[in-house]
């Protein structure tokens, strides 16, 4: 996956493997997002994943603290919305990280 993908860019059926931005939420669906830019699609994380340091994520965590970058691996497996889904096969080296994007917007 490049650093900056579209949501359109994905295909169902699709394999994909890169790393990506993995947003913890807010008691939703996980989501990726590309590591340089905005635009992220649901994911499906495999069994097991472990956040370090995630307590669980209320209203009052503020956003730039549930993102994790990570390599991965996975599969589109559907749309929804407009948005394509995906499967996380593999999710590794995960590390605490704030985007550029999401830092830019903070005050």
Same mark, same amino acid.
């Given at each position: 996956m490049?650093?900056?993908?579209?949501?359109?860019?994905?295909?169902?059926?699709?394999r994909?493997?890169?790393?990506?931005?993995?947003?913890?939420?807010?008691?939703?669906?996980?989501?990726?997002?590309?590591?340089?830019?905005?635009?992220?699609?649901?994911?499906?994380? *495999?069994?097991?994943?472990?956040?370090?340091?995630?307590?669980?994520?209320?209203?009052?965590?503020?956003?730039?603290?549930?993102?994790?970058?990570?390599?991965?691996?996975?599969?589109?497996?559907?749309?929804?919305?407009?948005? *394509?889904?995906?499967?996380?096969?593999?999710?590794?080296?995960?590390?605490?990280?704030?985007?550029?994007?999401?830092?830019?917007?903070?005050?």
């Amino acid at each position: 996956m490049s650093p900056c993908w579209r949501a359109a860019d994905l295909r169902q059926g699709e394999r994909f493997r890169g790393t990506v931005l993995i947003f913890a939420g807010y008691g939703q669906r996980p989501m990726i997002f590309p590591v340089t830019c905005d635009g992220g699609v649901t994911a499906d994380l *495999p069994d097991g994943v472990v956040f370090p340091d995630y307590k669980g994520a209320d209203l009052s965590v503020p956003p730039e603290r549930l993102f994790y970058e990570a390599r991965v691996d996975g599969e589109v497996t559907g749309t929804s919305f407009g948005r *394509p889904s995906v499967r996380l096969e593999h999710v590794g080296d995960l590390r605490h990280m704030v985007p550029g994007w999401l830092r830019r917007n903070i005050r």
